[in-house]
């Protein structure tokens, strides 16, 4: 009895852990969400004033392991909650599988105004490089994303 007891524990604790997991990541629709969150505040309040608010690690476009980039057609990331890659051009960042995955955003922004995307990246909360959904769209000369990291 106390070897079923221990099994059933182990159980439960693998259980709530995979739970815990799952509540603690964003979703494809809600990464979505977000990009079109983003898009309606710089709209409303303009450049100036929303770049500043998706670089905030607390702020309102941020939400467990999602959170908005913004980067310019010509690779210049202008919006990040890592302000090490804020003003650097990213357009040759590549995943650890050797994926371009800007340069493939853009090349898609060249043709349509919004699409998905997989790549690899680091997991801000799981620090973690982990498979993602990105959601993008094309505002402009500025390209707004954010994605969802896939549990192992």
């Not at 990331?77 to 804020?86: D, G, L, M, S």
């Amino acid at each position: 009895m106390k070897s079923l007891a221990a099994v059933l524990l182990v159980f439960l604790a693998t259980a709530f852990h995979a739970v815990a997991d799952d509540v603690s990541r964003g979703t494809p629709e809600e990464a979505k969400a977000m990009v079109k969150k983003a898009v309606a505040h710089f709209k409303k309040v303009g450049k100036e004033k929303a770049i500043p608010d998706f670089c905030k690690v607390d702020g309102p476009f941020v939400d467990r392991d999602l959170y908005v980039t913004v980067i310019a057609m010509d690779g210049l990331e202008i919006a990040h909650i890592n302000p090490k890659t804020v003003g650097k051009n990213v357009m040759d960042l590549r995943d650890p599988d050797g994926k371009y995955f800007i340069k493939e955003r853009f090349d898609a922004a060249k043709t349509a105004s919004s699409g998905w995307q997989e790549f690899k990246f680091f997991n801000p909360v799981t620090r973690k490089v982990e498979a993602k959904t990105a959601y993008w769209e094309r505002v402009g000369d500025l390209v707004f994303s954010s994605g969802a990291y896939k549990p192992l």
